[in-house]
């Protein structure tokens, strides 16, 4: 198992309950995070707990050695800032939400697509959805469309789906990762949710990704 979580650790995953129930209850273990993080360390990495909702490999340093994967994996967060925070607020208004998607809420397709099919101004938001990067398609019906934003999701790893045959998506931890990213930068940089553009080398590659 630790070969398991740290090459996952390395590669970027986040790891939840939700989508990797058992390296989370790995490192829930102090002594095989402690074994994890020592590991890490030498790779100018550490292991981060977020809300007790999921662990991560956070960079310690920046040099010419990590640098331009750094910038690789910022710049693919920083894309799917805006297409997911306009995909949970149109989540939160079809199914009357106070609070926005955390970890393990879930979603259910045909609940959410009920809800669109009867409020216009949130088709027309699905439409607008499918036209950004993260979930651009010329697919037209609402099912596809819906379908398909959710998929998306699940392959960045913002959802996961238990079962293929069932169209219920479980939201995982990196929901509130992104959560935490929205606070950092409406805290450091005072930045609206749709600006792209940070300053100081992307306010030094957003703290080593916090």
């Known amino acids: 198992m630790f070969k398991h979580v740290a090459e996952a650790l390395l590669s970027g995953h986040f790891i939840c ?35 007790g909702e999921l662990f991560y490999a956070a960079y310690t340093v920046v040099d010419d050695s990590n640098r331009g994967a750094i910038k690789e994996a910022f710049a693919e967060l ?3 800032l805006r297409p997911v925070v306009e995909w949970m ?20 397709l045909h609940q959410l697509l009920q809800a669109i099919e009867h409020e216009p101004s949130l088709a027309e938001q699905l439409n607008r959805l499918t036209q950004l990067s993260l979930f651009k398609t010329n697919k037209s019906s609402l099912n596809e469309q819906l379908s398909w934003v959710l998929q998306k999701l699940e392959q960045s790893g913002y959802l996961i789906r238990p079962n293929a045959l069932a169209s219920i998506y479980i939201a995982t931890g990196k929901i509130n990762y992104l959560h935490k990213i929205i606070a950092f930068l409406n805290d450091a940089e005072n930045l609206e949710l749709d600006q792209h553009t940070l300053s100081a080398e992307d306010s030094e590659q957003q703290e080593l990704f916090l």
């Open 78 to 80: 920083r894309s799917q």
């Open 17 to 51: 309950p939700t989508a990797y129930p058992d390296a989370y209850e790995y490192l829930a273990q102090a002594a095989n995070a402690d074994k994890v993080n020592a590991f890490l360390q030498p790779l100018d990495r550490e292991l981060l707990n977020l809300d």
């Open 89 to 108: 607020d149109m989540v939160m208004t079809a199914l009357g939400q106070d609070m926005p998607i955390r970890a393990r809420d879930q979603i259910r």
